[in-house]
Every structure is written in structure tokens, then in C-alpha cells.
């Protein structure tokens, strides 16, 4: 049993796990990919600290966060929160970030998948994710109409439920849960955790059915698609 502090959410069915692609040849499961995302007091890794680790499994789809309450245990949630992580790794589990290179430098580990390479090609908030997926939605061949307007019902109340970013996390954490002891301060910072995981998720499924849009399209059009294509896919996915 953990010391620290763990909030365990399932994830509502949401429309985004429909398996669109049933009857095509790479059908997308999903079965062993994790979104990870962390909260720290800061962007310097020799100075700041993690204070909240959350992982999603997609295939359970059952977000994990938990929550370092007292920071002089830092080292021991840091040493927690790397031997979680490798562990699933090491199972063979595919791990996934919103710019990865945040978390290999604060956890020190290598080969975390980045989604915003694949979604953005290059840096990008994810402040600006929410208005991304909507236009990928709307604009979707695949996506059935009736699951096209319950993802942008879900996204708009979901996005609505966040009502922090990244950069109040650290002023949260020191003045109002440190100082006065404000649990809403901490339940704020893990809600922000978590529905930047479910982003992310999206975010990772968006990414899957653009490949798989591309591939269909060749496949009907040409009968045919690149082998390049098949294998980039099936190693992602």
C-alpha cells in the first residue's frame, strides 16, 4: 500500500473509445498504452519537485493519481513515481506524454512516447488541444455523426470542469495546501491531472484515427497504402 496520497477515477465509457475501425485490418485496441502526466513546482528538474503523478490505463480505463502531500517525503514520491513508471514499462507497456521530454527529464527515463510530436509535429500548449480536437472531429470521414456530437457535448463540459492550468499549480501547492492546509487546493491540482490525462487520451486517439483515415483513403482509392505506413502504425499502436 502506497504512502502517499491516491485518487482512483474511472473514466466514463466515452464515445472516444468506439472502435471505429472493426472491420479494417489494423484495428485500434489500445491494449497496453498508458497516458502519464505529472505536476511539479516548477520547470527546473535540478530544483523543482514532482508533486502529483498520474497515469491513465486505456484499456481499464482507470486514471490513477497520486498526490505528494508532505514535501519532504520529495525524494521518496520521486523514487515512487520512476519505479511505477519503469515497472510498467518493463511489462511492455507503451507510455505516452504531452511533450515527453518533460517527464523523461524530471522522472530520468528514456522512451516515453510524445504526443506532441505526432499531434503537432513540433511544440505546442496543450491549452490549445481542446480547440484542435474539435476541428479533427468535425472534420473526421470515419466517425459516425451520433459520435461525433457526444465527443464535442463531452469535450465541451470536460474542458468547462478544468478550471486551472499548469502554471497555478506550484502557487496552489505552497500557499494554499502547504500554508493553510486548503484541501480544495489539492483536489483542484489533482482534477487538473486528470483531465489532462483524458486530453491526452483523446489526444492519442485523434492521432490513431489520422493514420488510419490516411491508410483508408489510400486503401479505397489505390488499392493500396505504404508499407512505411503499416509499420509506423502497428509500432505505435
Not at 502506497?2 to 479494417?24: A, D
Amino acid at each position: 500500500m502506497s504512502e502517499f496520497y491516491k485518487v482512483v477515477r474511472k473514466v466514463p465509457k466515452l464515445p472516444y473509445f468506439y472502435n471505429t475501425l472493426e472491420h479494417f485490418p489494423n484495428a485500434i485496441f489500445f491494449e497496453d498504452h498508458y497516458i502519464l502526466d505529472i505536476e511539479t513546482t516548477g520547470l527546473n528538474n535540478c530544483r523543482d519537485i514532482i508533486i502529483c503523478l498520474g497515469l491513465l490505463d486505456l484499456k481499464k480505463s482507470i486514471a490513477t493519481i497520486w498526490f505528494l502531500e508532505n514535501p519532504r517525503k520529495h525524494e521518496k514520491f520521486y523514487k515512487f513515481c520512476r519505479s511505477v513508471v519503469i515497472s510498467l514499462m518493463q511489462q511492455g507497456k507503451k507510455i505516452w506524454a504531452y511533450n515527453s521530454l518533460f517527464e523523461e527529464t524530471f522522472l530520468r527515463i528514456k522512451g516515453i512516447n510524445d504526443l506532441m510530436l505526432y499531434w503537432h509535429g513540433g511544440r505546442a500548449k496543450m491549452d490549445y488541444c481542446y480547440q484542435d480536437i474539435v476541428i479533427h472531429l468535425k472534420n473526421s470521414k470515419i466517425l459516425p455523426e451520433n459520435i461525433k456530437k457526444q465527443l464535442e457535448e463531452f469535450l465541451k463540459g470536460f474542458n468547462d470542469n478544468d478550471i486551472i492550468s499548469g502554471n497555478d499549480v506550484p502557487k496552489l501547492y505552497f500557499y494554499d495546501w502547504l500554508i493553510y492546509g486548503n484541501n480544495e487546493a489539492k483536489m483542484k491540482i489533482i482534477n487538473h491531472n486528470y483531465c489532462d490525462l483524458v486530453k491526452e487520451a483523446l489526444i492519442l486517439y485523434f492521432i490513431a484515427l489520422s493514420f488510419t483515415e490516411a491508410m483508408r483513403y489510400l486503401l479505397e482509392r489505390f488499392n493500396y497504402y505504404p508499407r512505411i505506413m503499416n509499420k509506423i502504425f502497428r509500432e505505435l499502436f
